[in-house]
């Protein structure tokens, strides 16, 4: 079965709210995440990452927060606007030889002005 | 820097036919990676590799083929192509050192959707 989902398959934010979109995973061994954003006809765009030895990790607008104990990783986007819109991923390293990443199924999330 | 470039965008096969599907990196990394994405799903891995002429299974390579005869490109071929491979097929890569938690983020093309009829 898959290692990785997200908790809500949509979410609908209004322009300037901040969203928070949740994603937990299984593998406790799992050391190295990433968010994604896929728009429409494209392939998916990196966001942030972020290692096991970190709890949080701030990008620009955005923000990773990791908690191993209970293995639960959000992405929040401050400020959101329409360009935010999108499906986001969240992905977890396969393996120990730090290759391949298992991504969840992902969130929608659209945002109205 | 192009980054992942694949061809074609799209394509319709029939049932039995075979194609290749093209991926071409200028990046340099040395992993390169195919996955499929159904709609609606996420991608799953059908296979990568970690470097000119190794190649390795991922989730689902059954009815797949790929080839790494240089760093740059990573064919994925379809021998017998059945109305189950209908889905978007997208090429990424990286740079890894191939340690446990040292993953860096995938760089992935913008794509080829593929139709079985």
């Known amino acids: 079965g898959e290692s990785v989902g997200l908790h809500l398959p949509t979410l609908s934010v209004q322009e300037g709210d901040n969203s928070i979109i949740n994603c937990a995973y299984s593998?406790?061994?799992?050391?190295?995440f990433i968010w994604y954003k896929q728009e429409s006809g494209k392939g998916p765009q990196f966001i942030i990452d972020i290692r096991s030895n970190m709890d949080k990790r701030q990008g620009q607008r955005v923000t990773v927060l990791l908690n191993k104990t209970v293995k639960h990783l959000s992405l929040q986007i401050a400020a959101t606007q329409p360009g935010d819109s999108a499906v986001y991923f969240c992905?977890?390293?396969?393996?120990?030889?730090?290759?391949?990443?298992?991504f969840g199924k992902g969130t929608t999330l659209s945002v109205s002005s | 820097n192009a980054g992942v470039t694949q061809t074609p965008k799209f394509r319709i096969l029939k049932i039995g036919q075979s194609m290749t599907l093209q991926c071409t990196q200028d990046m340099n990394h040395n992993y390169m990676y195919w996955y499929r994405q159904d709609p609606g799903m996420g991608l799953k891995l059908i296979y990568y590799s970690v470097g000119a002429g190794i190649t390795d299974k991922g989730e689902v390579p059954n009815g797949y083929n790929v080839s790494r005869s240089t760093t740059e490109d990573f064919p994925l071929r379809l021998e017998l192509a059945a109305p189950s491979q209908t889905s978007v097929y997208f090429c990424?890569?990286?740079?890894?050192?191939?340690?446990?938690?040292?993953?860096?983020?995938?760089?992935f093309g913008p794509g080829t959707r593929l139709t079985v009829l």
């Open positions: 992905a977890e390293e396969a393996n120990q030889a730090g290759t391949a990443l298992i």
């Open positions: 593998n406790s061994a799992s050391d190295y």
């Open positions: 990424a890569s990286s740079y890894q050192t191939g340690t446990s938690g040292s993953g860096n983020e995938q760089f």
